[in-house]
């Protein structure tokens, strides 16, 4: 299958210390992301650490549940390069994801209706089987709500993030 790497934009701010794909944070989960050129699905490929479990042999939910997160943001950013927020994530959790066993997660978004964008995501084990189902609805606001929600109003400080706030084509819709 042909597929690119995502550049992660974000990363350019000293700040920027996400902890689903943020390089800087050291309890972070690191995720880099990919374009599946003949799907245009974005995915991760990642293993969950002994760290990550509930119980000693089973990944912890919330944390399959940001991976999830982060796919689906990315999917979002990668489709209409704009910030937004998530709305809701709704999952299925169909089988167990053991720790030490590579994932794959994949997005690809299912509906643009206003300012409202759902991705779907599936996340598989090593062997194929599908172990999480979800369905992330995100809210993409005008500008001045996003840098207020967002925390990026300080006087250009974080001029970078605007060219992901002003896009014309998205902005018209709204």
């Known amino acids: 299958m042909p597929c690119r790497q995502l550049d992660n934009v974000f990363w350019a701010d000293p700040e920027f210390n996400c902890f689903g794909c943020g390089q800087r944070n050291a309890h972070g989960l690191k995720l880099r992301f990919f374009v599946d050129d003949s799907t245009q699905e974005v995915f991760t490929r990642c293993t969950i650490g002994a760290d990550h479990t509930s119980f000693s042999q089973v990944g912890h939910g919330g944390i399959l549940a940001t991976i999830v997160d982060e796919v689906s943001f990315w999917t979002l950013f990668n489709s209409i390069r704009r910030l937004a927020l998530t709305s809701s994530i709704k ?84």
């Open 91 to 174: 999952s299925d959790f169909v089988n167990v994801v053991r720790p030490g066993q590579q994932i794959e997660v994949r997005g690809k978004i299912k509906e643009r209706s206003g300012p409202r964008v759902t991705v779907d995501v599936v996340v598989s084990n090593e062997r194929g089987d599908v172990c999480v189902r979800s369905s992330v609805v995100f809210f993409v606001g005008k500008a001045e709500l996003m840098r207020k929600t967002l925390g990026l109003t300080d006087n250009g400080k974080h001029a970078l993030y605007d060219q992901w706030l002003e896009h014309p084509a998205i902005a018209a819709k709204l």
